[in-house]
């Protein structure tokens, strides 16, 4: 599977990136699944839903499925967090995984910058960053597009990733 990344500081437009991405990808032809990385602590599930009480109950993994989608939650229990190439080779065979976060692995990834987010670019921090997607014009060397022109990066990290 190829892979992908969208990185940036928070509301500099990662998630809105993605979701363009997945849908230029997917009227493409493509096959595509995600990955995104959240700092803090999140619940997919309801209080009061059976699965989730089968969770808080003590289950380390609850699968809810039906005719319309299959979900599993695993509970770490004080486990260590599963790094990104764990968490890719759970993921069913699809032509691109496009992962949002993960700033430091070492995929290939675009860096979101919003001008109003008043936030350093972080291309010289972090591995592998191939181009910034941003609402201004940087004074750098990598390739930028701009932040709406969902087609043309898409056509980069088709480039990059060889779809």
């Known amino acids: 599977m190829k892979v992908f990344g969208v990185v940036g500081w928070k509301n500099t437009g990662k998630t809105g990136l993605m979701e363009r991405l997945v849908a230029e990808f997917c009227e493409r032809g493509f096959s595509v699944s995600t990955i995104k990385h959240a700092h803090h602590s999140f619940d997919v599930d309801q209080p009061g839903r059976d699965s989730y009480r089968h969770r808080t109950a003590g289950a380390s993994e609850v699968v809810l499925a039906s005719s319309e989608r299959v979900a599993i939650m695993q509970e770490l229990r004080g486990a260590p967090e599963p790094d990104l190439q764990s968490l890719i080779a759970r993921v069913s065979p699809v032509d691109l995984v496009l992962i949002e976060g993960f700033k430091s692995d070492l995929h290939a990834k675009i860096e979101t910058h919003r001008q ?19 609402d201004t014009k940087l004074d750098v060397s990598h390739p930028q597009f701009d932040l709406d022109d969902t087609r043309a990066i898409a056509d980069f990290i088709a480039g990059e990733v060889g779809l």
Do not use: G, M, S, Y
Not at 118 to 130: E, G, H, T
């Open 116 to 134: 109003a987010a008043a936030k350093p670019l972080l291309f010289d921090q972090i591995p592998n960053v191939r181009a910034i997607a941003t």
